[in-house]
């Protein structure tokens, strides 16, 4: 909690132990919802729990190899942050493990068969998250938007699928460190594609494809529709235990096994702040060292991908609780305190880093779990695999878990939401072509930095040139013309210049006009360019024998205007526009007979730079039926239905 929300709670006039044991039960949700646990939410997430549990253990073997790690790093991964985030967590559908991003993040910043530094990097990315929480900084998430978070999740599926071909085909030789290496890799080995392996992979694809829409056969027989159901969300433990078994029995397979995995649970210890010399392969062979990195130099090895894993995995979690929150607020805060709990606990159980799966987080919520306390189910099926089904690994075919893989990522690449962005907004489309394509050319870091700059950027060059809506008006009573402007989103320093500028234009190319207001509706609030660039522009048309008027100004302007040195600033309200322009213009007062201007103009805009109306049903010269508005780009959107050249007004 907040200091600020402590001192709402002092005003309050809660005692000390009060507000503490609030705190304290916002911060561990468990006390919120366990106190009315029942049986039948046991149930439900007992069904649940067990449900992920079987999509969990291979997927975490399969995303282990994607961080080019052994088997055992995924399964080391999936029970601790699972069994934390019953205790920290928010939302009953999310469950914490590897993922297919972070196993991708981690082989980008460690390489192959690196564990030392998967483990450390795991660690470090939940001190990130800690400090974050601490300092209640999950507004930083919001600067990734939807469609940088598409091109980067894109661009990781296509990543992680090319990283997956030489195991699918069954190929040898070093597979490469990013998108295009991988290709390069494929194609010079493709001599080395073996049909026992591309085979097996290609059947288990299309057989994972298949049994992914057995979920969807309507079946007249509740129980078959069910067990149809059931089969398709553990399609990826089917795959594995039937090819498992085919190897078992096959003395000598024609394809690619996993080989030994380490049994048991690992050693608890800190780890390595040291980390030893990357390892190198030579000839298929892994060669290691008995030299370290110091501490410092570690961090020459990790460089950002630490941050980048802590910052993704945030986005994650928040996007999930978003997701299945059912319009519930969603507290960052306690979503950065779990997750950094998770990974930073995780680092002693030789966990790698972890995040909300979606994937899992979806069966979890088909399943119908009903509280965080799945997870602990989802757990204690990981435990039990630890315990007693690692010789067993031994014997998964590389080829089906690369389909595995493939087959859960493939669904990332959100390809239908391109033509929708693209005719909603072209610059967030264009963002998340960028980021797609910089996230597989130049790695997951650097895609993700460069789309949040072209998201940030766009959002900067709307408020540098915001719409102008430009109007030429009569004043019923006087007949005295004046331009409004209205500015269709807020006035800061870095849209001052442009709007000063199309006001300027406006007044000389129209010097017929002597009257301009501004409409300051949609301006609530300034900054100090905005306050002083207006008090100069005032003062520069009063030198020219114009009139700035200030319409609907808030009264935080109107101290503004003070502040800067504009004792008086020119207010007008709506109602009084005809007053503000005779006093101005020292006009007479309107008498009873005066019945000038009796029809009001119709809102015409410019043409060819000439402020152009219509009145009492004859044209004036450059008139026609014109609409304008000054656009982010700079340029006038204009629409001419006559004539510009002068026209006889058909009144005699």
Same mark, same amino acid.
């Given at each position: 909690?907040?200091?600020?929300?402590?001192?709402?709670?002092?005003?309050?006039?809660?005692?000390?132990?009060?507000?503490?044991?609030?705190?304290?039960?916002?911060?561990?949700?468990?006390?919120?919802?366990?106190?009315?646990?029942?049986?039948?939410d046991?149930?439900?997430?007992?069904?649940?729990?067990?449900?992920?549990?079987?999509?969990?253990?291979?997927?975490?073997?399969?995303?282990?190899?994607?961080?080019?790690?052994?088997p055992?790093?995924?399964?080391?991964?999936?029970?601790?942050?699972?069994?934390?985030?019953? %205790?920290?967590?928010?939302?009953?559908?999310?469950?914490?493990?590897?993922?297919?991003?972070?196993?991708?993040?981690?082989?980008?910043?460690?390489?192959?068969?690196?564990?030392?530094?998967?483990?450390?990097?795991?660690?470090?990315a939940?001190?990130?998250?800690? %400090?974050?929480?601490?300092?209640?900084?999950?507004?930083?998430?919001?600067?990734?938007?939807?469609?940088?978070?598409?091109?980067?999740?894109?661009?990781?599926?296509?990543?992680?699928?090319?990283?997956?071909?030489?195991?699918?085909?069954?190929?040898?030789?070093?597979?490469?460190?990013?998108?295009?290496?991988?290709?390069?890799?494929?194609?010079?080995?493709?001599?080395?594609?073996?049909?026992?392996?591309?085979?097996?992979?290609?059947?288990?694809?299309?057989?994972?494809?298949?049994?992914?829409?057995?979920?969807?056969?309507?079946?007249?027989?509740?129980?078959?529709?069910?067990?149809?159901?059931?089969?398709?969300?553990?399609?990826?433990?089917?795959?594995?235990?039937?090819?498992?078994?085919?190897?078992?029995?096959?003395?000598?397979?024609?394809?690619?096994?996993?080989?030994?995995?380490?049994?048991?649970?690992?050693?608890?210890?800190?780890?390595?702040?040291e980390?030893?010399?990357?390892?190198?392969?030579?000839?298929?062979?892994?060669?290691?060292?008995?030299?370290?990195?110091?501490?410092?130099?570690?961090?020459?090895?990790?460089?950002?991908?630490?941050?980048?894993?802590?910052?993704?995995?945030?986005?994650?979690? /928040?996007?999930?609780?978003?997701?299945?929150?059912?319009?519930?607020?969603?507290?960052?805060?306690?979503?950065?305190?779990?997750?950094?709990?998770?990974?930073?606990?995780?680092?002693?159980?030789?966990?790698?880093?972890?995040?909300?799966?979606?994937?899992?987080?979806?069966?979890?919520?088909?399943?119908?779990?009903?509280?965080?306390?799945?997870?602990?189910?989802?757990?204690?099926?990981?435990?039990?695999?630890?315990?007693?089904?690692?010789?067993?690994?031994?014997?998964?075919?590389?080829?089906?878990?690369?389909?595995?893989?493939i087959?859960?990522?493939?669904?990332?690449?959100?390809?239908?939401a391109?033509?929708?962005?693209?005719?909603?907004?072209?610059?967030?489309?264009?963002?998340?072509?960028?980021?797609?394509?910089?996230?597989?050319?130049?790695?997951?870091?650097?895609?993700?930095?460069?789309?949040?700059?072209?998201?940030?950027?766009?959002?900067?060059?709307?408020?540098?040139?915001?719409?102008l809506?430009?109007?030429?008006? /009569?004043?019923?009573?006087?007949?005295?013309?004046?331009?409004?402007?209205?500015?269709?989103?807020?006035?800061?320093?870095?849209?001052?210049?442009?709007?000063?500028?199309?006001?300027?234009?406006?007044?000389?190319?129209?010097?017929?006009?002597?009257?301009?207001?501004?409409?300051?509706?949609?301006?609530?609030?300034?900054?100090?360019?905005?306050?002083?660039?207006?008090?100069?522009?005032?003062?520069?048309?009063k030198?020219?024998?114009?009139?700035?008027?200030?319409?609907?100004?808030?009264p935080?302007?109107?101290?503004?205007?003070?502040?800067?040195?504009?004792?008086?600033?020119?207010?007008?309200?709506q109602?009084?526009?005809?007053?503000?322009?005779?006093e101005?213009m020292?006009?007479?007062?309107?008498?009873?007979?005066?019945?000038?201007?009796?029809?009001?103009?119709?809102?015409?805009?410019? /043409?060819?730079?000439?402020? /152009?109306?219509?009145?009492?049903?004859?044209?004036?010269?450059?008139?026609g039926?014109?609409?304008?508005?000054?656009?982010?780009?700079?340029?006038?959107?204009?629409?001419?239905?006559?004539?510009?050249?002068?026209?006889?007004?058909?009144?005699?």
């Amino acid at each position: 909690m907040s200091s600020k929300k402590l001192s709402q709670d002092s005003k309050e006039g809660l005692p000390f132990s009060s507000r503490v044991a609030k705190m304290f039960k916002k911060r561990l949700p468990i006390f919120t919802w366990l106190p009315i646990y029942n049986k039948t939410d046991l149930v439900s997430d007992l069904i649940a729990g067990i449900t992920v549990g079987l999509t969990v253990v291979p997927q975490s073997m399969a995303y282990a190899a994607i961080a080019g790690l052994t088997p055992e790093y995924g399964l080391y991964s999936s029970y601790l942050g699972a069994l934390i985030y019953v %205790i920290l967590g928010t939302t009953r559908q999310a469950t914490i493990g590897p993922t297919a991003v972070m196993g991708l993040l981690t082989y980008q910043t460690c390489g192959q068969d690196y564990p030392a530094c998967a483990i450390l990097t795991g660690f470090y990315a939940g001190i990130f998250e800690l %400090i974050m929480a601490f300092l209640q900084l999950g507004w930083v998430v919001s600067f990734i938007s939807e469609p940088v978070t598409v091109g980067f999740t894109s661009g990781a599926a296509m990543t992680i699928m090319s990283s997956q071909i030489k195991s699918f085909l069954g190929q040898s030789g070093e597979k490469g460190d990013g998108f295009l290496t991988y290709w390069k890799a494929i194609f010079r080995d493709i001599n080395t594609v073996k049909a026992g392996d591309a085979t097996l992979g290609i059947i288990c694809f299309i057989v994972l494809m298949l049994l992914r829409k057995l979920k969807d056969v309507n079946h007249r027989n509740k129980h078959i529709k069910t067990a149809f159901w059931l089969i398709s969300l553990s399609r990826n433990a089917i795959i594995i235990l039937i090819t498992s078994l085919l190897a078992y029995l096959w003395k000598e397979p024609p394809f690619k096994l996993t080989g030994k995995v380490r049994g048991g649970f690992p050693t608890i210890q800190p780890p390595q702040f040291e980390l030893p010399y990357r390892p190198t392969m030579i000839n298929e062979t892994l060669i290691e060292t008995d030299e370290y990195y110091s501490f410092w130099d570690t961090w020459s090895v990790l460089k950002t991908g630490p941050l980048v894993i802590a910052l993704i995995s945030i986005l994650q979690n /928040v996007a999930i609780s978003k997701a299945f929150g059912a319009g519930q607020t969603v507290d960052a805060t306690q979503e950065m305190l779990a997750l950094g709990t998770a990974s930073f606990t995780g680092g002693f159980f030789s966990s790698i880093p972890i995040s909300a799966s979606f994937s899992r987080s979806a069966v979890n919520d088909a399943s119908g779990v009903r509280s965080p306390m799945g997870g602990a189910y989802t757990g204690i099926i990981v435990i039990l695999a630890l315990s007693f089904l690692t010789p067993s690994f031994y014997y998964i075919p590389k080829a089906s878990l690369s389909a595995v893989i493939i087959a859960a990522v493939i669904f990332m690449i959100d390809y239908e939401a391109v033509i929708p962005m693209w005719k909603i907004s072209k610059i967030d489309c264009i963002a998340c072509i960028i980021t797609f394509i910089a996230s597989m050319f130049l790695g997951m870091e650097y895609g993700i930095l460069i789309g949040v700059v072209v998201s940030v950027g766009a959002l900067l060059l709307k408020s540098l040139r915001p719409a102008l809506k430009t109007e030429l008006k /009569v004043e019923r009573s006087t007949g005295v013309d004046y331009i409004l402007v209205t500015p269709e989103a807020g006035l800061y320093f870095p849209s001052v210049d442009h709007i000063i500028t199309q006001v300027q234009k406006l007044t000389l190319k129209n010097k017929e006009c002597s009257v301009v207001l501004l409409d300051f509706s949609q301006w609530t609030a300034c900054d100090y360019t905005a306050a002083t660039t207006l008090v100069s522009l005032n003062k520069g048309l009063k030198k020219n024998e114009k009139i700035l008027g200030f319409l609907n100004c808030s009264p935080v302007w109107v101290h503004n205007f003070k502040v800067a040195g504009l004792k008086e600033p020119p207010l007008v309200h709506q109602a009084s526009i005809s007053t503000f322009i005779r006093e101005k213009m020292k006009l007479p007062p309107k008498t009873e007979g005066d019945t000038r201007g009796s029809m009001d103009s119709v809102v015409l805009g410019v /043409v060819n730079d000439t402020l /152009v109306t219509e009145r009492n049903g004859g044209m004036m010269e450059g008139v026609g039926t014109i609409s304008m508005a000054s656009t982010g780009s700079g340029l006038d959107e204009l629409s001419l239905a006559s004539s510009t050249k002068p026209i006889v007004s058909s009144q005699k």
